[in-house]
């Protein structure tokens, strides 16, 4: 059972659209995090969270913005889709201490 | 600056057989190293980590890893792979006294059993 949601999963939208990736979490973590999957596979941070109110850019320089207003969600905008979002995107969490992240099973992102 | 370098980006084994999947990693301080395994149009799951101890560490279906501090590597093993082994895998490293946390990506290696 997922402790960690994204919606949606999979979304084709026309170029120039404002779009929201969804991503919430049940576990009352504080740090949370949002990676691009590029189609060679690789993944690059964009954004992080801390907590409530606090967010960062990532290693990669993303267009995207993000916002943290309550714990349990982390939720990504696009202003202006342009096809070189189309990408996949995904949202992760973790407790602290030296444990792993839990992942959500991503939102495949196609801009046309 | 953390790196971590997957330098296969594909390994062919077939069933039965052992596999490795090979990573090395640069970071400041202690290492704290994981690894994840990725299904098609899923997120990535948590195989296994090492933070301190024990060089040879257990995880998920039958998976370990060995860390081992002077080659700067820690590379996924399995005794006998299954078919269903195939996936896409991802070494990760993060700096201990790193307070965000930060997890960098390898570059991932694409696994196929081949029956």
């Known amino acids: 059972e997922a402790d960690i949601y994204q919606t949606p999963r999979y979304l084709v939208i026309g170029t120039g659209k404002k779009i929201t990736l969804e991503c919430s979490q049940t576990?009352?973590?504080?740090?949370m995090y949002w990676y691009q999957q590029d189609p060679g596979m690789e993944l690059h941070l964009i954004h992080y969270?801390?907590?409530?109110?606090?967010?960062e850019k990532g290693d990669l320089s993303s267009e995207s913005t993000v916002s943290r207003i309550r714990t349990e969600h982390f939720p990504l905008t696009l202003e202006s889709a342009r096809p070189s979002h189309t990408s996949q995107y995904l949202c992760a969490t973790t407790p602290q201490g030296a444990r792993g992240y839990t992942f959500g099973s991503g939102t495949r992102l196609t801009v046309v | 600056a953390q790196s971590v370098a997957q330098p296969e980006d594909q390994v062919n084994v077939a069933e039965g057989n052992p596999l490795t999947v090979k990573c090395t990693y640069s970071?400041?301080?202690?290492?704290?190293l994981f690894w994840y395994v990725q299904y098609p149009n899923r997120g990535l799951q948590f195989l296994l980590k090492?933070?301190?101890?024990?060089?040879l560490v257990k995880g998920s279906y039958g998976f370990e890893a060995e860390f081992n501090k002077s080659q700067t590597s820690f590379h996924l093993k399995k005794p006998s792979a299954l078919v269903s082994d195939s996936a896409l895998y991802f070494c990760a490293v993060r700096q201990s006294m790193d307070s965000s946390y930060k997890l960098i990506f390898g570059s991932g290696t694409r696994l196929l059993v081949r029956p």
């Open positions: 970071v400041s301080g202690n290492p704290y």
């Open positions: 969270s801390y907590g409530v109110n606090s967010t």
């Open positions: 090492y933070i301190t101890g024990d060089n």
């Open positions: 576990m009352g973590h504080d740090k």
